[in-house]
T-cell receptor, first 114, second 113 residues
């Protein structure tokens, strides 16, 4: 059983560009959350998708947007990239968005903005 | 708003010695508490969680944590560490209406031989 898979693993973009990161949840999971982990910091919640809708959102600007597809996979889009967007982006999936359900994390996408 | 404070950014310890990684949280409502481990260049793996019931929680790899509501703490302990426990450890909290996690800044555990 494949766990949470993210692509690509590494990415280098230029300031001002746009980027799309992808996440396939663990088999049977229908909820996907995205986190940003800057160097030396803990992960910060960006948003969560359930039933193809954004269910919760953290304190991130509108440049960060997402989507969930009918097969529960998800994309994170970041527009107008800033140097400060350089980070490890983690995707987590769970079976329904409830605290009793364990969130499984992917290995992340390392985004470098130059 | 919830917040998590991990009191030590780095904890060096010798192999087979005991270790405690400290975590304090603040929240105006009931919370649920978690410890995750992150090995280099990997994602996060759940070590243990407290949802309700016994305040002493046992997790994987011999780790345990104790929920102390009066001190708003959830410290992680292991009686005897191994070299393979070298990693970064994150404490996190979640509210009852979902599984959004609020993480601390992390504690790097360095086990020396």
């Amino acid at each position: 059983d494949a766990g949470v898979t993210q692509s690509p693993t590494h990415l280098i973009k230029t300031r001002g560009q746009q980027v799309t990161l992808r996440c396939s949840p663990k088999s049977g999971h229908d909820t996907v959350s995205w986190y940003q982990q800057a160097l030396g910091q803990g992960p910060q919640f960006i948003f969560q998708y359930y039933e193809e809708e954004e269910r919760q959102r953290g304190n991130f600007p509108d440049r960060f947007s997402g989507h969930q597809f009918p097969n529960y996979s998800s994309e994170l889009n970041v527009n107008a990239l800033l140097l400060g967007d350089s980070a490890l982006y983690l995707c987590a999936s769970s079976l329904v968005p409830h605290v009793n359900t364990e969130a499984f994390f992917g290995q992340g996408t390392r985004l470098t903005v130059v | 708003a919830q917040s998590v404070t991990q009191l030590d950014s780095q904890v060096p310890v010798f192999e087979e010695a005991p270790v405690e990684l400290r975590c304090n949280y603040s929240s105006s409502v009931s919370v649920y508490l978690f410890w995750y481990v992150q090995y280099p260049n990997q994602g996060l793996q759940l070590l243990l969680k407290y949802l309700s019931g016994s305040t002493l929680v046992k997790g994987i790899n011999g780790f345990e944590a104790e929920f102390n509501k009066s001190q708003t703490s959830f410290h992680l302990r292991k009686p005897s560490v191994h070299i393979s426990d070298t990693a970064e450890y994150f404490c996190a909290v979640s509210m009852s209406d979902g599984n959004k996690l609020v993480f601390g800044a992390g504690t790097i555990l360095r086990v020396k031989s």
